[in-house]
């Protein structure tokens, strides 16, 4: 049986796409450790780029 979303189907390799980028974006332990010190460092402006392409994928699916 496929997946429905306000009662039609929907591809379910689109939302095993979007489960696992909602899923990353929301992992607790993706970030950089130095975020609180020195949240403008090239580290932690790098790591929070690649977090919010999970949350901009999600929503783009």
């Known amino acids: 049986m ?3 979303i306000l ?3 929907i591809d379910p390799h689109l939302l095993y796409r979007a489960k696992r ?3 990353m974006w929301h992992e607790h ?6 975020s609180i010190s020195d949240p403008d460092a090239h580290f932690t ?3 929070w780029r ?5 949350a901009d994928s999600a929503s783009g699916i």
């Open 45 to 47: 402006t790098d790591q």
């Open 7 to 9: 009662g039609k189907p």
């Open 29 to 34: 332990t993706w970030g950089a450790w130095c």
């Open 50 to 54: 690649v977090k919010k392409a999970f």
């Open 2 to 4: 496929r997946p429905k």
């Open 21 to 23: 980028s909602i899923v």
